[in-house]
């Protein structure tokens, strides 16, 4: 689709005619960064107000649905957002984000968490264009202003560049949700103390941007936001499309996990499973922590006392019903509080820690297989493109994440687990019977 751009010359005059109130600041254009939020006045906590966003121009999946009960016609409702649709006409037509990279510049990140995550976004965009391609394409606006192949205008870019507006700009809007606050989110970005900025919603509905308490402002200064400290370097990466030079740490990152064909319940345990298969991994106090039931899923069977069956409800439909040991396991957040109250909580620990060492292990290997690439870019950094050195930070953030995790699986595995009295009366009883393989770690 030919989009017709404009430029930061009619934006003043946009935001004067919606009803958005300035209050010291504007917006201009930063070199690297596009746009962004500048400081024209001094303020201090005693004037804290810096923007207010009318509420009916937030985007946000409530006023949506307003619009949508409107009229029924979507292009009534597309008409009906008009002003929004000019201020669309002023967001960057290309982004950094990495559904965007080239193949090129894909096989930076290979090894790294990001790789998994892009793959499964690229295949999601391309079977989320299909589809709405096939659900409109029956109604006949749509067919003639997106699918005709002489006056439609509508690609697969177009809605590749729709979601990556959405991802690096929708905010967490308190008491709204998920939104895109149009010249709120021009902001940029910045962590920690070096946040100037809040954004949040007031008694009347209307999105406001106000000083951070014990902040000041000179002018000139520009005005920062959060995206977001809590989040991973993956999920900054991928959503917005940069890492900030001083981010000290990946902070997590989550490791997909497949079941193995050998194992008897692999269709019950898939269709269990709600979430993504995998767990995450993540510093808590310098400590590498983990999260996941799944993990726990794969580590026991039905020897252990786990039991699927297949009920029939009222309406003469079936569904599946897992328990552990007679009680009800549908809900797999539960499946930890159960296996800690069994006697062999440790052997479930051990089989547990045993899966989470070998598949951080597994990407270890593959993030160094990919080193040779990045590391010859590394030789030449003036050269190196923006996405190529974020790709490259987020390859050393992960690696040492990993590598921290592996020593502490090892540890725990060698140190805690194997030694304990419940693993090794398993052991035993296990060589006894001929009934496990005992590998070096288990020995």
């Known amino acids: 689709m030919h989009r017709h751009t404009v430029g930061l010359e009619v934006f003043s005059t946009w935001a004067s005619f919606n009803d958005v109130r300035f209050e010291g600041l504007t917006i201009t254009e930063f070199p690297g960064k596009a746009y962004g939020l500048i400081a024209t006045a001094e303020r201090n906590g005693d004037n804290p107000l810096l923007m207010t966003v009318p509420k009916d121009l937030i985007l946000s999946l409530e006023n949506v649905w307003v619009l949508a009960k409107a009229d029924k016609h979507l292009r009534d409702v597309l008409e009906a957002v008009g002003d929004y649709a000019r201020y669309v006409q002023m967001l960057p037509s290309k982004t950094n984000v990495p559904t965007f990279w080239s193949e090129n510049e894909r096989s930076a990140i290979q090894g790294t968490s ?232 440790m052997l479930f620990q051990l089989r547990a820690t045993v899966v989470l060492r070998d598949r951080v292990e597994k990407q270890l290997h593959a993030l160094n297989e990919g080193n040779g690439f990045i590391n010859d870019s590394r030789n030449v950094p003036e050269q190196m493109p923006a996405g190529f050195r974020d790709a490259a930070k987020l390859r050393d953030l992960e690696e040492t994440l990993m590598l921290q995790a592996y020593q502490e699986f090892e540890d725990k595995i060698i140190k805690e687990l194997v030694p304990s009295d419940v693993v090794q009366q398993y052991l035993g009883l296990a060589a006894q019977d001929n009934e496990a393989v005992l590998d070096d770690d288990f020995s």
């Open 114 to 345: 990001l790789e998994a995550a892009l793959e499964s976004k690229l295949s999601s965009l391309d079977r989320e264009f299909a589809e709405l391609r096939a659900a409109t394409s029956p109604i006949s606006w749509c067919r003639e202003c997106w699918w005709d192949e002489q006056s439609g205008c509508l690609t697969a870019e177009d809605w590749k560049l729709v979601d990556a507006w959405y991802r690096s700009r929708a905010l967490d809007l308190p008491g709204t949700g998920h939104a895109m606050v149009p010249c709120i989110d021009m902001a940029n970005h910045s962590s920690g103390e070096n946040t100037t900025a809040l954004y949040d919603t007031d008694k009347d509905g209307n999105g406001v941007l106000v000083l951070r308490e014990g902040k000041s402002l000179q002018s000139g200064e520009e005005i920062t936001i959060t995206y977001g400290d809590e989040k991973g370097a993956c999920e900054m990466l991928f959503s917005y499309g940069f890492l900030e030079e001083d981010m000290p740490s990946a902070h997590e990152l989550f490791l997909d996990l497949n079941i193995e064909d050998d194992d008897p319940l692999k269709h019950a345990k898939k269709a269990l499973s709600k979430s993504a298969p995998g767990f995450r991994l993540f510093y808590c106090q310098e400590v590498v922590q983990w999260e996941g039931p799944f993990v726990w899923l794969l580590c026991i069977n039905e020897e252990d006392g786990l039991q699927f069956d297949t009920l029939q409800k009222l309406d003469g439909s079936r569904e599946l019903h897992v328990s552990w040991q007679g009680n009800d396991m549908s809900d797999l957040s539960t499946i930890e509080r159960f296996l800690k109250e069994d006697a062999r909580w």
